[in-house]
């Protein structure tokens, strides 16, 4: 099964889909509120109930976390499990009961591992889980399995006919895998040895089944390798329950690696299931902002900007000083070329932008003067920042024309004099007209005799004086 992926962002997974609309939307677009968990969240378009798809499109490729399935193995109750087997070997006395029991056991701890990682979850299951009734059950229906398999074998070896007999053998080996998990999750003999059951698994998975099957021999025949590499010299009283530790521990890593095989195609095997690495909600405040940025852009993609305007609107009545939820809105009217209300929106936004980030508001005037080619915000301080942000990006023009004749719009202003000053620097540096530039800085002396900024006055006025000489 292909991956499906948000209708509005095509790097993101889809998390959810609503069937009316026909559109998979991913967390971009739907955020959860983390302080409502049980608030089933609504289709942007419709309104309607959106049906959730789990770590269907999102879970992680199993062979991209390999490292993972092998420190999965080092939590505490897998490494009481391969600790177990190994003083097991160690100590147990050659008694059929015995064994049985310990084999009945393993068998109900790994099932427990594949059944667990199959439901997204990153801890281990305690080896107590091991201990319950039901554990005899799942050894003997793994030896029913297991029995089949060497029935076929020994069928197939009866024909003497080699080729027969190496094709029988790999094909057991191939869908040993899919019918171990079928028993792990059903727990039913039937199901294990149904070839549609077993199919399903491996159909969920397509080709890459056969990735997760090689990785599985590999993991097979690395314990007895390893036992090999280490094993020399050493004697049999060490081997054995090192063998029996390492095959502990390689049998949780492979049962982890096809639970989360199961988890990631969940979806091509009818399960939904989030999984410990689902996204997390925000809290109310910033749960209720993201809803409305994501709910507009959903509708402008839609191209129904008029919806999302209204979106916007409201939720800047609730949160009217949230920055983001100003820019977009800005933008939007901008772009929806609503004229009036655009205009209307700006004292409110730059006077925000202004004192969180002057960027903003200096694109926001730029878009103003497309609207209304003489607009200026009826703020001293705002026509100061603003212009300070425009000469720096050398809109010199622009920046200058927030500070033309300040001293007669804001009579009251007090900081007239640095505000003349950044203009005389607009003048000397962005347009290199030296001579308005001195005419600003002798105004400045004259209107605000007595300010603190005389001093960089001079400074600039000795910049401008070392220009003239230089330039006649
Ligand atoms: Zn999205
Ligand atoms: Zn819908």
């Given at each position: 099964m292909d991956k499906q992926h948000c209708h509005y962002h095509q790097a993101q997974p889809a998390t959810w889909h609503c069937a009316p609309c026909e559109r998979h939307f991913g967390d971009c677009c739907v955020p959860l509120n983390a302080d409502v968990p049980e608030y089933a969240p609504s289709c942007p378009l419709c309104r309607g109930q959106l049906r959730y798809l789990g770590a269907a499109n999102s879970a992680e490729p199993f062979w991209e976390r390999l490292p993972k399935f092998f420190a999965y193995a080092l939590q505490p109750g897998p490494l009481m499990f391969a600790g177990a087997l190994a003083l097991a070997s160690l100590f147990m006395p050659s008694v059929l009961v015995f064994?049985?029991?310990?084999?009945?056991?393993?068998?109900?701890?790994?099932?427990?591992?594949?059944?667990?990682?199959?439901?997204?979850?990153?801890?281990?299951?305690?080896?107590?889980?091991?201990?319950?009734?039901?554990?005899?059950?799942?050894?003997?229906?793994?030896?029913?399995?297991?029995?089949?398999?060497?029935?076929?074998?020994?069928l197939a070896a009866d024909f003497e006919?080699?080729?027969?007999?190496?094709?029988?053998?790999?094909?057991?080996?191939?869908?040993?895998?899919a019918s171990i998990i079928r028993l792990a999750l059903d727990k039913s003999l039937g199901a294990a040895?149904?070839?549609?059951?077993?199919?399903?698994?491996?159909?969920?998975?397509g080709w890459r089944?056969?990735?997760?099957?090689?990785?599985?021999?590999?993991?097979?025949?690395?314990?007895?390798?390893?036992?090999?590499?280490?094993?020399?010299?050493?004697?049999?009283?060490?081997?054995?329950?090192?063998?029996?530790?390492?095959?502990?521990?390689?049998?949780?890593?492979?049962?982890?690696?096809?639970?989360?095989?199961v988890f990631q195609y969940q979806g091509a095997l009818g399960y939904v299931v989030a999984g410990d690495d689902a996204a997390q909600g925000f809290p109310e405040a910033e749960w209720r902002r993201r809803k409305a940025l994501a709910e507009a852009e959903v509708r402008v993609k839609?191209?129904?900007?008029?919806?999302?305007?209204?979106?916007?609107?409201?939720?800047?009545?609730?949160?009217?000083?949230?920055?983001?939820?100003?820019?977009?809105?800005?933008?939007?009217l901008y772009v929806l070329n609503?004229?009036?209300?655009?205009?209307?929106?700006?004292?409110?936004y730059l006077a925000l932008a202004c004192r969180s980030n002057p960027q903003l508001a200096a694109n926001a005037f730029l878009n103003a003067?497309?609207?209304?080619?003489?607009?200026?915000?009826?703020?001293?301080?705002?026509?100061?920042?603003?212009?300070?942000?425009?000469?720096?990006?050398?809109?010199?023009?622009?920046?200058?024309?927030?500070?033309?004749?300040?001293h007669q719009r804001f009579p009251q202003y007090p900081h007239g004099a640095r505000a003349y000053l950044l203009a005389a620097r607009g003048f000397a540096e962005g347009l290199g007209q030296a001579d308005a530039a001195g005419k600003l800085l002798a105004f400045i002396r004259q209107r605000y005799p007595e300010s603190p900024l005389l001093?960089?006055?001079e400074a600039l006025e000795r910049v401008l004086a070392r220009m003239a000489a230089q330039g006649s």
């Open positions: 064994w049985l029991a310990l084999l009945s056991i393993a068998t109900k701890y790994l099932h427990s591992v594949i059944e667990q990682a199959s439901l997204g979850s990153n801890d281990a299951p305690s080896l107590a889980e091991a201990f319950d009734g039901s554990s005899f059950g799942a050894f003997l229906r793994q030896l029913g399995v297991f029995g089949v398999a060497m029935v076929l074998l020994w006919s080699p080729p027969l007999f190496w094709s029988v053998n790999v094909a057991l080996v191939l869908v040993l895998p040895l149904s070839p549609a059951e077993v199919g399903q698994v491996i159909a969920a998975m089944y056969l990735i997760l099957c090689l990785f599985l021999f590999i993991l097979w025949q690395s314990p007895s390798y390893l036992a090999w590499l280490l094993g020399f010299g050493l004697p049999r009283v060490v081997l054995l329950p090192v063998l029996a530790l390492l095959f502990g521990y390689f049998g949780v890593v492979m049962c982890a690696m096809m639970g989360y095989a839609e191209g129904q900007g008029g919806a999302a305007v209204e979106i916007l609107s409201s939720a800047l009545r609730q949160d009217p000083e949230d920055l983001r939820l100003n820019e977009r809105y800005h933008q939007l609503e004229r009036g209300d655009c205009l209307a929106h700006l004292p409110g003067r497309q609207l209304q080619a003489d607009f200026l915000p009826d703020d001293p301080l705002i026509c100061e920042r603003i212009a300070g942000v425009l000469l720096d990006r050398h809109k010199t023009r622009e920046g200058l024309s927030l500070l033309r004749n300040l001093g960089e006055v």
